[in-house]
């Protein structure tokens, strides 16, 4: 069980197209899900925080503009890079959290590749 | 900045050798969570201890946590090849929010066959 899938699980796009990622928990409902990124050998970041059917809640120095999240239902959020810049690529991660649980279920991650 | 700090940064031992690793933090917590990453991939979850335990057992897996000092260790026991991975410890602040973590910056464990 807690399972979440991540979709694609890596992507190359050009410099200043967008990219949408998806996040969902198969076999349980995600009161929050967060999103994350990694850089080479370093920890996770966390960039948002969103619960369904509110806005996401940005970290300090991530730019809300240029990454959309949106979390419509208890089982689905996505994250869309928008106008991607090469410093963008990375290694994205989402997490799911249950309702009622302290614990989070991380998806595969996404790498992104900005050319 | 990150709240939990892992030592060592790495790690190598024998297949059958125990590992200990340690995770020190800054703040109150509501709990502290051991999450394991092998290379390229996603996280997964092994243990959790709550702020009012001191240790938790789950399979080989033994995690302390010191809340006077701050610190937790996670020790594996009897340890494989696929145990081989990066493992991050995680803190969940005390109050308010306290379901975001703030992950350290990982012990690489590498297991010799």
């Known amino acids: 069980g807690a399972v979440v899938s991540q979709h694609p699980s890596w992507v190359i796009c050009k410099s200043g197209t967008s990219v949408k990622i998806e996040c969902r928990s198969l076999?349980?409902?995600?009161?929050?899900m967060f999103w994350y990124r990694q850089f080479p050998k370093q920890s996770l970041m966390l960039m948002a925080t969103s619960n369904e059917g509110s806005k996401a809640t940005y970290e300090q120095g991530v730019e809300k503009d240029k990454f959309l999240i949106n979390h419509a239902s208890l089982t689905l959020s996505t994250l869309t890079v928008t106008s991607a810049h090469p410093e963008d690529s990375s290694f994205y991660i989402c997490?799911?959290?249950?309702?009622?649980?302290?614990?989070?279920?991380f998806g595969p991650g996404t790498r992104l590749t900005v050319t | 900045s990150q709240q939990g700090e892992e030592d060592p940064q790495a790690l190598s031992i024998q297949e059958g050798e125990n590992a200990t690793m340690n995770c020190s933090y800054k703040t109150s917590i509501n709990n502290l969570q051991w999450y394991r990453q092998n290379s390229g991939r996603g996280l997964v979850h092994l243990i959790l201890?709550?702020?009012?335990?001191r240790e938790k057992h789950s399979g080989r897996l033994r995690v302390t946590l010191d809340t006077s000092k701050k610190s937790s260790s996670l020790l594996i026991t009897a340890s494989r090849a696929a145990d081989t991975a990066s493992y991050f410890c995680a803190t969940a602040l005390s109050g308010a929010g306290s379901y975001q973590l703030t992950f350290g910056k990982g012990t690489k464990l590498s297991v010799i066959p």
């Open positions: 997490s799911a959290r249950p309702s009622g649980r302290y614990e989070q279920y």
């Open positions: 076999d349980f409902q995600a009161t929050t």
């Open positions: 201890i709550r702020s009012n335990e």
